[in-house]
């Protein structure tokens, strides 16, 4: 489906609050709420939308250490990373999972209350997961920006 200026706005003004009336979306795109709304089911149905979700402050939560892993593993297969990537999503600490190329595997982000924390979830959760054999951890001093808003230049 083509896409245009005003299903960009719509975009860019739901990935600032998701939680915008339909109403007020609708006044701030220029189009009447039935209109509104219909744009905003078909950007959904499409799939351009994944979903709604509040983001909670890690701080407030007692989330304060953020750690970047690298992780390497030693077989390579579809069924490996298979078995890799639904033991990684298992893990409620583990926020984000990439495969990446370089000199690591598996990029994981993981959100945990402290240093011990961080401990138990390498030592006894992420190096127990079979064929993972290296792990590289970098630990965020502080966060700038965390889910930034997409781009939506490129989207026509």
């Given at each position: ?109 993981a959100a945990v209350a402290n240093l011990a924390a961080y401990e138990h979830l390498l030592i006894d959760q992420i190096l127990s997961i079979p064929s993972i054999v290296d792990a590289h951890s970098t630990f965020a001093i502080r966060t700038v920006k965390t889910r930034g808003p997409l781009p939506l230049a490129?989207?026509?």
């Amino acid at each position: 489906m083509p896409y245009d200026s005003t299903d960009r706005a719509i975009l860019a003004r739901l990935q600032a609050d998701g939680r915008i009336a339909n109403v007020d979306l609708a006044e701030e795109v220029n189009l009447s709420p039935s209109a509104c709304l219909r744009r905003v089911r078909a950007l959904e149905q499409d799939g351009l939308v994944a979903g709604y979700r509040a983001e909670l402050d890690r701080a407030r939560l007692g989330l304060d250490l953020t750690v970047f892993v690298e992780l390497r593993v030693d077989r390579h297969s579809r069924e490996n990373a298979a078995r890799l990537e639904a033991a990684l999503t298992a893990i409620p600490e583990i926020v984000a999972c990439h495969v990446i190329s370089g000199r690591a595997d598996i990029l994981v982000e993981a959100a945990v209350a402290n240093l011990a924390a961080y401990e138990h979830l390498l030592i006894d959760q992420i190096l127990s997961i079979p064929s993972i054999v290296d792990a590289h951890s970098t630990f965020a001093i502080r966060t700038v920006k965390t889910r930034g808003p997409l781009p939506l230049a490129q989207l026509t």
